[in-house]
């Protein structure tokens, strides 16, 4: 399995303004994903965070109110650009074990918007 | 369009009892159907993963069933706990649009002493 940290573990931030969550891994990996988790919803993947290229986007997110970088196979950024009450949730970096199709979890990033 | 369903109401049942949690899925073919569990605050823990080509896969006190047929996969906790209360999510792999994985809502159970 897979460790996952993610900083920070939560914030209060201010409409308009952008934040930036760190997610990292205890080993290399190939894949990791970006979640939005809404108050009482379940998990919606924002994106994937590919190492050395543009990360892929699925429908409904786009870079430029997500920008996500990923530097090298431990380590990945999604930035909630100019935010609104709207953009409170639970952000989850993901990653995939091994050889296993198994997705492990991060513990979250708690974001309230005012 | 792809959808995945589960009770979105909670379970509720009292210590020492079968705890059954249902997945239903329409409009897809999933290679593999995972169970997760979530406590309040805190990120999904996988639990069990099942391939399409397997039935039923166990591990201590879980048991996950896996239909293709009925497009359904059933999630049982024997011998529940207190412990055990928590939201359930199913999550099916790789979905149509080549991406990992898809999630249900969730199911949450709450077990009483």
């Known amino acids: 399995s897979a460790v996952i940290s993610q900083k920070p573990s939560r914030d209060i931030c201010q409409r308009g303004t952008s934040l930036t969550i760190q997610c990292q891994v205890d080993s290399q990996v190939t894949m990791m994903f970006w979640y939005r988790q809404q108050p009482g919803q379940s998990l919606t993947l924002i994106a994937t965070a590919n190492q050395g290229s543009e990360a892929t986007y699925e429908s409904g997110f786009v870079i430029d109110k997500f920008p996500i970088s990923r530097p090298n196979l431990t380590f990945s950024t999604l930035t909630v650009s100019n935010m609104s009450p709207e953009d409170s949730s639970i952000y989850l970096c993901?990653?995939?074990?091994?050889?296993?199709?198994?997705?492990?979890f991060g513990p979250g990033t708690r974001l309230t918007v005012l | 369009s792809q959808k995945i369903e589960q009770n979105s109401e909670a379970l509720n049942i009292q210590e020492g009892k079968t705890a059954t949690l249902t997945c239903n899925y329409t409009?897809?073919?999933?290679?593999?159907l995972q169970w997760y569990r979530q406590d309040p605050g805190r990120g999904p823990v996988f639990l069990l993963l099942?391939?399409?080509?397997?039935k039923e896969k166990r591990k201590e006190r879980l048991k996950v069933t896996f239909d293709t047929t009925l497009k359904q996969s059933l999630f049982h906790i024997t011998a529940s706990q207190p412990a055990d209360s928590a939201t359930y999510l199913c999550?099916?792999?790789?979905?149509?649009?080549?991406?990992?994985?898809?999630f249900g809502g969730g199911t949450r159970l709450m077990v009483k002493p």
């Open positions: 099942i391939r399409e080509n397997e």
């Open positions: 993901s990653v995939v074990g091994g050889y296993t199709d198994t997705q492990y």
């Open positions: 409009n897809y073919s999933p290679a593999y």
């Open positions: 999550a099916l792999g790789p979905n149509n649009a080549g991406n990992m994985l898809t």
